[in-house]
């Protein structure tokens, strides 16, 4: 017979930004699950009020519709997700920039979904507002926001890691501290299995249309995240276009990365990080996370195959050749 002293595995899930959060857990028998489920719904919905660009009453299009050059107020999870996405910007040299909000509906990505067509892509005006960086200012200790330009912001490439973590720091609150959540790919561990195993998280194989597993990482304290070209993407005269933009260029990603996967502290950074190395390239993107002692697998598409190039505390691990 159990006492109830000895840890239980618990299950949760629900809805939440167009996937499901899930929180798997041990912990002792007296808790009250019911409770947990809640506070679990309740941080994600924050997050998804907050950052969503498809809630039109959103805190995040209220700043969008603001004016240009007047302090915005705005919760303090929002405040704290901007400036992230502020230095994430400025450390990967711009690679990941919030404000392509505009380019993600023209391209049919966004809450409009318009259809693209060869002549939508030939009247595409040319991307010439400034970035976030140098357009947005966040002052984190009063939650407030000015924008010197018109911005359209999008949280679509942090906002998800984000609330991983306020899934997981909502555990926490209930003492919980051997658990591993998650919301679609993204996802956040802390201590070890009552047998002592680490956590194990499975790394999806970008194939386009196809859910099949490439490997499988083991996770302790700490997140995951992926950034890849399989999930979203439009077809126009026989080109593909994945959702993640190219602040430089105006336009969806062109190079041979499917995907890139990142192990850090925490999963906003994560998914943030993610962006940014798959926005960097082959090249870029590999020698960047090298030089910020970074861990992250980049998974290169060659032909029908699949080539992968492993950093590990900002050392080269492995290329494996296509298979």
């Given at each position: 017979m159990k006492t109830s002293t000895e840890l239980q595995r618990y299950s949760l899930n629900g809805e939440t930004m167009g996937n499901r959060y899930t929180a798997l857990f041990y912990a002792g028998a007296g808790i009250d699950t019911d409770e947990v489920g809640r506070h679990l719904a309740c941080a994600v919905a924050r997050v998804d009020q907050q950052m969503s660009t498809w809630k039109p009453d959103s805190d995040l299009n209220r700043l969008n519709a603001a004016p240009e050059q007047q302090w915005i107020s705005v919760p303090q999870e929002l405040a704290t997700v901007l400036s992230a996405a502020l230095r994430v910007s400025q450390q990967s040299g711009g690679a990941f920039d919030i404000a392509v909000g505009d380019l993600v509906n023209a391209w049919g990505f966004g809450p409009a979904e318009p259809t693209v067509t060869e002549q939508a892509l030939a009247t595409m005006p040319p991307r010439t507002r400034l970035s976030a960086s140098a357009a947005l200012v966040v002052d984190p200790l009063r939650n407030q926001v000015r924008k010197r330009a018109p911005l359209h912001l999008d949280l679509n490439g942090i906002a998800k890691g984000f609330g991983v973590d306020e899934l997981a720091r909502c555990l926490e609150g209930f003492?919980?501290?051997?658990?591993?959540?998650?919301?679609?790919?993204?996802?956040?561990?802390?201590?070890?299995?009552?047998?002592?195993?680490?956590w194990a998280v499975a790394v999806e194989k970008p194939d386009r249309g196809v859910r099949a597993v490439m490997g499988v990482m083991e996770l302790g304290d700490a997140a995951i995240a992926t950034s890849g070209d399989y999930r979203h993407w439009v077809d126009v005269a026989g080109q593909s276009y994945a959702h993640t933009m190219n602040p430089a260029t105006g336009a969806p990603l062109c190079n041979p990365l499917a995907a890139v996967t990142v192990v850090a502290a925490s999963c906003m950074l994560a998914d943030a990080w993610a962006t940014a190395l798959l926005v960097l390239g082959e090249t870029e993107g590999p020698r960047l996370a090298q030089e910020r002692g970074m861990d992250a697998l980049f998974v290169l598409r060659e032909g029908e195959k699949f080539k992968e190039i492993s950093i590990v505390g900002g050392q080269l691990q492995a290329q494996i050749e296509p298979r």
């Open positions: 003492g919980i501290t051997r658990y591993l959540v998650g919301i679609d790919g993204e996802m956040r561990a802390r201590g070890v299995k009552p047998d002592g195993q680490n």
